[in-house]
Nanobody, 124 residues
């Protein structure tokens, strides 16, 4: 079993920044991609960003390119999402997820472990 715990969410003004963290524990010895998803009220969960085990491959949804940066520190079993120039439409619950393999893909079905989520609210 793998446990994922997100932190770093909160309330921020438009144009502000936040850094989310996701700490993994349990069976973390295999190589795998990690990703961030988000879900706004009344909307489906959507892919935000993903990163390979080595960190050399990253993938972002178009709406966050140039504003969000995903990174990971395997020595700490932690993945990060640095969010800048935040907009009201970024308001959502953000979830981290562990990939079933080292592929960096956007489908939720390709991720087998999920955190409980952390709320990000961008106020105007």
């Amino acid at each position: 079993q793998v446990q994922l715990v997100e932190s770093g969410g909160g309330l921020v003004q438009v144009g502000g920044s936040l850094r989310l963290s996701c700490a993994a524990s349990g069976r973390t010895s295999s190589t795998y991609s990690m990703a961030w998803f988000r879900q706004a009220p009344g909307k489906e969960r959507e892919f935000v960003a993903g990163i390979s085990w080595s960190g050399r491959r990253t993938y972002y949804t178009d709406s966050v390119k140039g504003r969000f940066t995903i990174s990971r520190d395997n020595s700490k079993n932690t993945v990060y999402l640095q969010m800048s120039s935040l907009k009201p439409e970024d308001t959502a619950v953000y979830f981290c997820a562990r990939g079933r393999s080292d592929s960096v893909v956007s489908g939720a079905g390709d991720y087998d472990y999920w955190g409980q989520g952390t709320q990000v609210t961008v106020s105007s």
